[in-house]
């Protein structure tokens, strides 16, 4: 009598590790701009970067902060446009947060130079919200409160702005100047100084036709031939383990027909 052993079914999850795989891989090709982002900063990062032509992805991260994502050949551009823009917005210590480390006991040099580092974050936070301004500092300097001294040093500031180029900078200097000298106790309007410095344009290319490229005679973007390159060799990669598996099988198969023949009693 002659058995017959059927072949079994190529495994399903071939079918799967091919999916993971070109999932994988597609998200290998994207990387971390920049990451515990709130919303809004996120927001602003995607659109800008679109406006130059640039896609990128914002992923949800624990406890409602985000992460944006670029291609990789695209990273380092995306990198400079944001610099320039002045992108993601520098954090600022406030007065609260500031003291709020503070020992039950502190010489008076420690609650001086606590103050004078506060006024400055203070102050340059709220510099840098002025519209087309991209970054800001304030330097502030104190006179020491010594009675015995006669001619104390007056109090003074200056003002670093680095804004847009587009920005007509010279109207809000006597404003930020304003700004500081009432943001400080006992310090004149003539001595603040305000130093700014415009940014280099930047050119935005959405009407610009992104450059494409050729892959086995098919037209994309350039930016795209590298990953297409590597799914296609993944896609070969795993139908040739398939061909080799299904080979495989078949010559067990002729084998056990050729040698597994059983004669009737």
Known sequence: MLHIHRLPAPPSFIGRLLIVALVVLLQACDAELYTGLSEREANVMVATLARHGIPAKRVAEDEGRMTVTVDEDSFAEAVEILDRLGLPEETFTNLGEVFENNSLVSSPVQERAQMIYALSEELSHTVSQVDGVLSARVHVVLPENDLMRQNSTPSSASVFV????????????????????????????????????????????????????????????????????????????????????????????????????????
């Open 162 to 265: 680095r804004h847009a180029p587009e920005l007509d900078v010279g109207p809000l200097i006597p404003r930020i100047k304003t700004l500081v000298a009432n943001g400080i106790s006992g310090l004149a309007y003539d001595n603040v100084s305000v130093v700014p410095v415009a940014a280099m344009r930047l050119e935005s290319r959405v009407d610009v036709a992104p450059s494409t490229s050729s892959f086995l005679g098919i037209a994309m973007p350039a930016t795209s031939v590298g990953r297409a390159g590597w799914i296609f060799g993944i896609l070969i990669v795993l139908v040739l383990g398939l061909a080799g598996a299904l080979g495989w099988m078949a010559w067990q198969r002729r084998r056990r027909d050729t040698y597994e023949l059983e004669t009737p009693p």
